[in-house]
């Protein structure tokens, strides 16, 4: 048995087609706010984590070290695997911003930070 309520005497059939017919024509409507929205919070968070990014420009002749990975460290070591890989020399470009030809340098470098000391003989 149904108890009849304000809300069900008042509400009628041509009513509810018309609200229905609104909700249509308005969905794309909300989903473009929708949209519109999502592409403001994205660029929030970009823009948060952006702020703590350093950029490091690395030219030809620095020392640069490598991340090791587990396929070039030993597996005994364990945790007490060495992280970085090198000292490398970055010795050319191979594009803008792409930095090719890393090799190894096997003279011990330890406090070194910048640019190769140029050789006055080669000026």
Same mark, same amino acid.
């Given at each position: 048995m149904v108890i009849p309520t304000a809300r069900t005497n008042l509400?009628?059939?041509?009513?509810n087609n018309e609200a229905l017919a609104h909700d249509l024509d308005t969905v794309d409507e909300l989903?473009?706010?929708a949209k519109v929205r999502i592409v !403001?919070?994205?660029?929030r968070i970009a823009k948060s984590y952006n702020k703590n990014i350093r950029i490091r420009r690395f030219q030809v002749g620095d020392f640069v070290l490598r991340k090791a990975v587990q396929n070039t460290?030993?597996?005994s070591d364990g945790k007490l695997?060495?992280?970085w890989e090198g000292p490398y020399l970055i010795d050319s470009e191979a594009g803008k911003g792409v930095l !090719?030809?890393?090799t190894p340098t096997f003279t011990?470098?330890?406090?070194?930070?910048?640019?190769?000391p140029?050789?006055?003989d080669t000026r």
């Amino acid at each position: 048995m149904v108890i009849p309520t304000a809300r069900t005497n008042l509400q009628t059939p041509e009513a509810n087609n018309e609200a229905l017919a609104h909700d249509l024509d308005t969905v794309d409507e909300l989903r473009d706010l929708a949209k519109v929205r999502i592409v !403001a919070y994205q660029q929030r968070i970009a823009k948060s984590y952006n702020k703590n990014i350093r950029i490091r420009r690395f030219q030809v002749g620095d020392f640069v070290l490598r991340k090791a990975v587990q396929n070039t460290t030993n597996p005994s070591d364990g945790k007490l695997a060495p992280k970085w890989e090198g000292p490398y020399l970055i010795d050319s470009e191979a594009g803008k911003g792409v930095l !090719a030809s890393l090799t190894p340098t096997f003279t011990k470098v330890s406090c070194f930070v910048g640019r190769i000391p140029e050789d006055p003989d080669t000026r």
